[in-house]
């Protein structure tokens, strides 16, 4: 018992040993997805029994910094019996956005966190604020 167990040290530690010594290389692509700057436009709304409800709009301009992106635009929202309208600006990187919203009428700003996916050239993704529902966002870049 004590030599199959020596041996299967042995056997493992000559295993790793000669796994360390190939020559081998990992090549990591990584792809740039959107361009430096330019524009989006999109729907804002939820999705309510698999069918989508643009209850607003979005839409503005991106340009790249040195860790991430910033964003500026403007946004709507249809309410029942009044428009409501907006600034937003804020940062985004691969997965996450991080900004401020105004509202036009309002002297207040309000902080947005969300999650945001790019696919080839459509943008989709959800965030939340401290007032109000957790919305949907998705449209398209260029």
Request: charged share 15%; hydrophobic share 40%; glycine share 14%.
């Amino acid at each position: 018992m004590r030599k199959l167990l020596i041996i299967a040290i042995c056997v493992l530690f000559a295993s790793v040993s000669i796994a360390t010594a190939m020559p081998f290389s990992i090549e990591k692509t990584q792809t740039q997805i959107l361009a430096q700057s330019g524009t989006f436009d999109g729907t804002i709304g939820y999705r309510a029994q698999g069918n989508w409800t643009a209850v607003g709009t979005i839409n503005g301009t991106y340009e790249q910094r040195t860790r991430g992106y910033r964003f500026d635009g403007t946004w709507t929202l249809q309410g029942q019996n009044q428009t409501f309208a907006g600034t937003m600006r804020g940062v985004f990187g691969r997965r996450i956005l991080i900004g401020r919203v105004t509202a036009e009428g309002y002297n207040r700003t309000l902080p947005v966190i969300g999650f945001i996916v790019f696919k080839e050239g459509n943008f989709g993704g959800r965030f939340m604020a401290p007032i109000g529902p957790a919305l949907y966002f998705k449209g398209t870049y260029n």
